[in-house]
């Protein structure tokens, strides 16, 4: 806050050898005259209480020596200084030139001014620091969920992986049991292997890895005929042949977008595994639309989910507890994050409609091809 940003340049002005009786009005309307003569030289600041003690003289002989600020001094010093020595006005000089004049209601203005932002940039710097502070406690029990979390998915394959083991070194024991070990040896590794992949997954993205996916050229039937021909097989595995698996191709011929494809059927498989877990009963219908985008949706008639709660599903490590049990189902509660940012990095979106006990749709939303329909 130096003084010069400050400083005013216009101001009354009146000639040193003025008579004092002709600017005696001026001068009570002005409460104070800058003296200066033609050539800009200045002589002084002339206020009312000047020519009431010497009337009847030119202004010149009504100046007595006055104090000054200079350019680069910060107001508040300049304001005790002017408050001090009882000065209504100073003159302002820079490299003695004189540049202007300060009042002490100007100064007095500015820093009530500066106040008022300081005080506001106080309390926004406040509410930050509440805000960050929030994030650190959201952070360290976002660091706990993961922990527990981590535990747990980990050590329930990891058991099962010791237990059928060990089952399968046993004597005696036959083809058809042999079988059925190997298997669910097989399905706790697939279970392990996700769960460590999820892990590797979140922790590219929150490091900001734009790098993860990449880009070409597919079609939505290529991409839907590949999960309905896997599905109509794994949900023999899922052990929901009581779930009805329905896909319905787009009308559309040319429905061609630029994504990963890989990675895009990953992401419609996590929505239609979670569809297959949270149904009991009913169906599962994943398809795909063009309207001015690209539009891929997995529906099923299953627990549902609460309005509140649509949102907070996207969130890492949140996981649906149903309201009538509770069940936990199993899961980190990752998959969603991840699908969430994988399709944001391919250009797309992904939303959801839901209803408590009625079910839910996904929908995947991908920018079409210029030649596409």
Do not use: W
């Amino acid at each position: 806050m130096k003084v010069e940003k400050y400083t005013l340049q216009e101001f009354p002005e009146v000639h040193p050898f003025t008579g004092v009786n002709s600017i005696s009005k001026s001068l009570l309307e002005n409460k104070f005259l800058v003296v200066r003569d033609e050539k800009l030289t200045y002589f002084g600041i002339l206020l009312p209480s000047d020519i009431v003690v010497r009337p009847h003289k030119l202004v010149v002989d009504c100046l007595s020596e006055t104090h000054r600020v200079d350019a680069d001094d910060d107001l508040p010093s300049v304001y005790n200084f002017m408050i001090d020595k009882r000065a209504y006005v100073l003159p302002v000089f820079k490299n003695g030139v004189f540049i202007g004049i300060l009042s002490v209601d100007q100064i007095a203005g500015t820093m009530n001014k500066f106040t008022e932002r300081l005080s506001a940039r106080l309390i926004r710097n406040e509410h930050q620091l509440k805000v960050t502070k929030e994030k650190a406690v959201i952070a360290e029990n976002l660091k706990t969920a993961i922990l527990e979390n981590i535990s747990h998915e980990i050590r329930t394959p990891m058991n099962g992986l010791l237990g059928f083991s060990y089952l399968l070194a046993s004597e005696g024991i036959t083809d058809e049991k042999r079988l059925s070990y190997i298997e669910h040896i097989e399905e706790s590794c697939k279970k392990l292997t996700n769960v460590i992949d999820n892990i590797i997954e979140i922790s590219c993205i929150q490091a900001g890895d734009n790098h993860i996916v990449d880009h070409e050229e597919c079609t939505a039937g290529d991409i839907l005929r590949e999960l309905h021909i896997y599905y109509d097989h794994e949900k023999k595995k899922l052990d929901k042949n009581q779930i009805e698996f329905i896909c319905k191709y787009p009308i559309e011929n040319n429905s061609s977008i630029k994504c990963d494809p890989k990675r895009l059927k990953e992401i419609l498989s996590y929505l239609i595994d979670n569809a297959f877990k949270f149904t009991e009963k009913g169906f599962v219908e994943i398809g795909a639309h063009i309207k001015n985008t690209l539009v891929f949706y997995v529906k099923d008639t299953g627990i549902g989910i609460s309005a509140e709660n649509q949102n907070a599903i996207f969130n890492a490590f949140s996981k649906i507890v149903e309201e009538k049990g509770p069940i936990l189902y199993p899961g980190l509660g990752l998959g969603l994050t991840i699908a969430k940012r994988l399709i944001e990095l391919m250009g797309g979106s992904i939303t959801v409609e839901s209803e408590y006990t009625k079910g839910s749709v996904f929908y995947v939303t991908m920018p079409l091809l210029e030649n596409s329909v």
